[in-house]
């Protein structure tokens, strides 16, 4: 298994980093997000990798950073979903931005990738729902903080009222889990309103 490379980016396209190591080329599958954070041609790269092995191929998939590695094998791990899928949801989500959506259960956000429909999307989440807490200590406080603002009766309807005004359930609750519940629904509205406006 190869865990990964070190070595000059001696080719990339839209979808493919091809890495230079001991004047052997690994060509390797990566997502828009870790294209986006590759070097230059010709200049020195480290990718965490991911080998799949079938009958008819052997495919080496390339990653940034451990947590989109780890956030890979993750959705990977569900039943029917392959790397294709794995590295479409990747390319339009970030390691973060999946592990929120599955612990809020925004299965909508994870629509956004190609070939991800919502059934598909509710069972990522159904069988992956308990598992996020694996990823990363950074993101677990956040995750907890999700989930709680999920479940809490003041907050959750603060979350059904921007769902209602158009953001997706993730960007919701996560806006919502950092203010202060002990607000009145309608400041907690106003001041998550203002925090997503931020982010815009």
Same mark, same amino acid.
């Given at each position: 298994?190869?865990?990964?490379?070190?070595? !000059?980016? *001696?080719?990339?396209? !839209?979808?493919? &980093?091809?890495?230079?190591?001991?004047?052997?080329?690994? $060509?390797? @599958?990566?997502? #828009?997000?870790?294209?986006?954070?590759?070097?230059? *041609?010709?200049?020195?790269? @480290?990718?965490?990798?991911?080998?799949?092995?079938?009958? /008819? =191929?052997?495919?080496?998939?390339? @990653?940034?950073?451990?947590?989109?590695?780890?956030? @890979?094998?993750?959705?990977?791990?569900?039943?029917? +979903?392959?790397? $294709?899928?794995?590295?479409?949801?990747?390319?339009?989500?970030s390691a973060s931005q999946v592990?929120?959506?599955?612990?809020?259960? /925004? %299965?909508?956000?994870?629509?956004? &990738?190609?070939?991800?429909?919502?059934?598909? =999307?509710?069972?990522? *989440?159904?069988?992956?729902?308990? #598992?996020?807490?694996?990823?990363?200590?950074?993101?677990?406080?956040?995750?907890?903080?999700? $989930?709680?603002?999920? !479940?809490?009766?003041?907050?959750?309807?603060? +979350?059904?009222?921007? +769902?209602a005004l158009g953001y997706s #359930?993730?960007?919701?609750?996560?806006? +919502? %889990?950092?203010? /202060?519940?002990?607000?009145?629904?309608?400041?907690? *509205?106003?001041? =998550?309103?203002?925090?997503? %406006?931020?982010?815009?």
């Open positions: 298994m190869i865990a990964s490379l070190r070595g !000059t980016l *001696i080719y990339k396209d !839209t979808a493919v &980093a091809v890495v230079e190591c001991g004047g052997v080329g690994y $060509k390797c @599958f990566v997502t #828009k997000n870790t294209l986006n954070r590759l070097p230059q *041609i010709n200049n020195e790269v @480290f990718l965490y990798t991911y080998m799949v092995v079938r009958e /008819d =191929a052997m495919d080496l998939y390339g @990653f940034i950073d451990s947590n989109e590695l780890e956030t @890979f094998k993750l959705i990977t791990s569900v039943n029917g +979903v392959g790397a $294709k899928i794995g590295i479409s949801i990747l390319s339009d989500l592990t929120l959506s599955i612990a809020s259960g /925004d %299965a909508k956000a994870l629509t956004v &990738a190609s070939g991800v429909g919502i059934k598909l =999307a509710q069972r990522i *989440i159904l069988e992956l729902r308990e #598992k996020v807490g694996s990823i990363t200590s950074s993101e677990n406080d956040e995750i907890s903080a999700v $989930k709680s603002a999920v !479940t809490s009766s003041n907050t959750s309807e603060v +979350v059904e009222a921007l +769902v #359930k993730g960007e919701a609750s996560l806006a +919502v %889990a950092r203010l /202060d519940n002990t607000l009145s629904t309608d400041e907690l *509205i106003k001041q =998550a309103l203002k925090a997503l %406006a931020r982010r815009l």
